[in-house]
């Protein structure tokens, strides 16, 4: 994902779970993000229990109010040239549409950005351990 520093982006709480590791996609994007942040209809306490536990420092989130409501506030607080949202589904998709920001799926940002997603991980490890299945 190139495009300059002056961005901000917006993970679903959903869409930062996919990736193998949400501390190294956040630690690599605020590289060349201004602001970074996670949105998610989930109760505040959710999506703070999941940054502290990946050790995320987030610059914005949706806390008590719903994502349309976040990302429209985050746009009217931090201003920057690009809205970047990653989110999981095409009711992500429209919200980004809806509220005026750039979505990107979250298998695209990873493709963009060369994060490695959890699924890619799981299926490399996977083939690596024999299964015995004659265990009792």
Do not use: C, H
């Not at 190139?2 to 779970?17: C, H, Q, R, V, Y």
């Not at 980004?96 to 695209?108: G, K, P, R």
């Amino acid at each position: 994902m190139n495009g300059g520093s002056d961005m901000t982006l917006a993970f679903e709480l959903e869409a930062l779970k996919e990736f193998a590791s949400p501390e190294s996609v956040f630690e690599d994007a605020r590289g060349w993000t201004e602001y970074i942040g996670v949105v998610s209809e989930k109760p505040t306490y959710v999506v703070t229990n999941f940054t502290r536990k990946n050790r995320i420092r987030q610059d914005f989130f949706s806390g008590p109010r719903g994502k349309e409501e976040s990302l429209a506030g985050v746009k009217d607080q931090f201003d920057t040239e690009r809205y970047v949202y990653v989110g999981i589904d095409d009711a992500d998709e429209q919200l980004a549409e809806d509220v005026e920001w750039e979505y990107l799926s979250v298998d695209d940002a990873a493709e963009a950005a060369d994060w490695v997603l959890a699924t890619s991980v799981e299926e490399e490890t996977g083939d690596s351990e024999p299964v015995r299945d004659d265990w009792p």
